[in-house]
């Protein structure tokens, strides 16, 4: 899922200060640029850490601000800004999308290979690489980046961000599991092979407790971990005598070559 970007005429098109008014023509230019994949919301170095490129944001955010709002040609009708409607998906572009209400907005990148199930909704400027499975009502939000071969279970969500434009989004890197009803929230960074088990819940906040290395971590899964949802007691006399207890997400074992994402996740839940 590497990728590095370079200088481009559209990223002086939407610099900070950039001397010349942004247009309708240069938004168009960027959602088909974020759409075949050479521009991206964020994009991973050669460090492994991944940095958000301000610039798309502010496109983005231009797209909205000289847009109208219009009716749009859509099964039970539609209002929305005039140039970020839903992009048409035909079978050149090499993906499922089975029918049955779900929209993928334009500048929102499917690679080839992409199953998307009803209904689910990818918004502006999200990336979602080759082979990957979305499931039924699954939101991939804004300048969300999905690798390759991740599966995204059944309501899965992976927060939106624009604003502030500095900001990372939520980043899922290739051939991770998802369980069904996980939320990542905040920038939160799932790395390469990881699994999460269903109903875990991330932010860049959240503490994750790895078992396995005896560790605390925020704001990153690890590589190939397996995260399921735990409990640590809630502090004080007063939780301790009705018993409560916080919600800990944590890490039970890692997996490794013999092992796929079921089968870790599997073994993990017993």
């Not at 559209?10 to 008014?21: N, S």
């Not at 301000?54 to 955010?61: A, D, E, Q, S, T």
């Not at 539609?78 to 779900?102: E, H, N, Q």
């Not at 979602?128 to 995204?152: P, R």
Request: charge should be negative; charged fraction near 20%; hydrophobic fraction near 45%.
């Amino acid at each position: 899922m590497s990728s590095v970007q370079t200088t481009t005429p559209l990223e002086q098109v939407f610099a900070e200060g950039a001397d010349t008014p942004v247009t309708a023509e240069d938004v168009e230019q960027l959602l088909i640029a974020l759409e075949d994949g050479t521009a991206r919301a964020a994009t991973q170095g050669e460090d492994g850490a991944w940095e958000a490129h301000p610039w798309v944001k502010r496109g983005i955010l231009a797209a909205f601000r000289l847009s109208g709002t219009v009716e749009m040609d859509w099964p039970g009708g539609a209002v929305d800004k005039s140039l970020v409607p839903a992009r048409r998906i035909v079978a050149d572009d090499g993906v499922r999308l089975v029918p049955g209400g779900t929209s993928v907005r334009r500048g929102a990148h499917l690679a080839p290979g992409v199953v998307v199930m009803p209904p689910s909704y990818v918004n502006v400027g999200a990336h979602v690489g080759a082979g990957s499975m979305i499931d039924s009502h699954v939101l991939v939000g804004s300048c969300a980046q999905v690798g390759t071969g991740v599966h995204l279970s059944t309501a899965v969500q992976l927060g939106g961000v624009l604003e502030p434009v500095g900001a990372r989004p939520v980043v899922v890197e290739d051939d991770v599991f998802v369980g069904a009803q996980c939320g990542l929230y905040e920038g939160v960074v799932v790395r390469r092979g990881a699994v999460l088990a269903p109903g875990v819940v991330l932010t860049s906040g959240t503490t994750v407790y790895d078992l396995v290395q005896e560790r605390e971590l925020r704001g990153e899964i690890p590589e190939n971990a397996v995260v399921v949802p735990g409990s640590r007691p809630a502090r004080g006399a007063y939780a301790a005598g009705l018993g409560l207890s916080l919600y800990a997400p944590v890490i039970v074992k890692y997996r490794d070559a013999s092992t796929d994402a079921a089968t870790a996740l599997e073994e993990s839940l017993r």
